[in-house]
């Protein structure tokens, strides 16, 4: 079990910058997600903390010792990867006791231990089997099997459910997360699904061009963005930015956009020039005599709610409502905003003004 404390943590290759300042804490047993998209740094900060790759500078702390130059054998952290590599020779049994056995652990210990570890992952029936012919699934729970079995200080997943199909993928996840939740060790999981972060993440770390963009725990990130990279990549249909220049004037609790007027927070009020209304489709109302207008484009059905595509006057938005309500491409409908979940981001910045 371990806290682990990640200090002003910068990665150089040559003059490419991977990973710039970053600072995060992860504390014990925590499902820590580090999210972002393809090429944001992710896995090199998985790596300076497992100790696969040595930070340019920067420090971690592992239980506050600092470890930062210490090489991967001297951290006791397990790493999953995403091709779970198997020793493809051996059975169920010896792939999960082989780090013991390098370890010279005795031999009735590793068979207790390894009972254990059967046992938790529900997959005493196939130590005996060679690996070869096993499931995706069974092959991702023997490589778990292998990590959990040292009892490590803390787990590093990198996409390791990346290779199985949606419908299987989804299912490992949950037993993953249960997996957490019985065993409590501290795990660091590297994803670019946001859904999977969302889902399973005790907290995550959004990250893009090697700069952290936000760190909290999911509910805080999907309602309170931090940035508009942040508003654009966790959500599905992701946000809705709404352009205007303007003024929000302090006292007058509104936001003017195209002549018509919406209530905001206080704490947004007296923000000023290109501004960028940001709001979720779920948000995004329907009602016949709002004065703000829109077109409908068009209405993708979801089951109970169905996604409406709308032109307004100051660009094309996504709401998402009940599927009972009657809509069609043409339509002219009015909207209205729930003040309580508008964000108002700087353009220049990109930043939430809060
Ligand atoms: P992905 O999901 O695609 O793996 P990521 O967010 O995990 O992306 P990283 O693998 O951390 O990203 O890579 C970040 C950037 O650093 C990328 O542009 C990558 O090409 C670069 N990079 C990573 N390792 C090296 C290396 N050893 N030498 C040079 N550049 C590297």
Not at 11 to 18: I, L, N, S, V
Request: charged share 20%; glycine share 10%.
């Amino acid at each position: 079990m371990a806290q682990i404390i990640i200090k002003n943590l910068r990665k150089d290759f040559g003059d490419f910058t991977a990973v710039q300042e970053s600072s995060f804490t992860i504390e014990d047993g925590e499902f820590f997600m580090l999210l972002g998209p393809s090429g944001c740094g992710k896995t090199t900060t998985l790596r300076m903390i497992a100790g696969l790759e040595l930070p340019t500078s920067g420090e971690v702390f592992i239980d506050g010792e600092e470890v930062s130059q210490k090489p991967a054998r001297e951290r006791d952290i397990a790493f999953v990867f995403q091709m779970f590599a198997l020793y493809p020779h051996m059975n169920v049994r010896n792939n999960i006791s082989y780090p013991l056995k390098s370890q010279g652990m005795p031999k009735a210990q590793i068979k207790q231990k390894v009972a254990e570890v059967a046992r938790i992952l529900g997959i005493e029936d196939i130590l005996g089997k060679p690996v070869g012919g096993l499931s995706g699934g069974d092959r991702q729970r023997v490589a778990l099997g292998r990590a959990i079995v040292r009892e490590p200080k803390a787990f590093m997943m990198d996409e390791p459910l990346g290779a199985l199909d949606a419908e299987f993928r989804e299912h490992m996840a949950e037993e993953l997360r249960a997996l957490h939740d019985r065993m409590g060790a501290t795990t660091v999981y590297v994803t670019h699904d946001q859904l999977e972060a969302m889902q399973m993440g005790d907290k995550i770390v959004v990250m893009n061009h090697g700069v952290v963009e936000q760190f909290g725990v999911p509910q805080e990130i999907y309602d309170w963005p931090a940035t508009m990279f942040v508003a654009d990549f966790i959500g599905s249909p992701s946000m809705n930015f709404l352009h205007f220049q303007g003024d929000v004037a302090k006292g007058d609790s509104t936001v003017h956009l195209d002549g018509h007027s919406f209530y905001v927070p206080e704490q947004l009020q007296g923000a000023s020039g290109d501004l960028v209304f940001g709001i979720r489709p779920e948000n995004v109302s329907f009602s016949d005599s709002a004065p703000y207008r829109a077109l409908v484009v068009a209405s993708e059905y979801l089951g109970t709610t169905q996604i409406v595509t709308l032109d307004t006057p100051n660009g094309t938005i996504k709401a998402r409502i009940p599927s009972d309500r009657p809509v069609k491409a043409g339509d002219a409908v009015g909207l209205t905003f729930n003040p309580r979940n508008v964000t108002l981001f700087d353009k220049g910045t990109g930043k939430a003004l809060l």
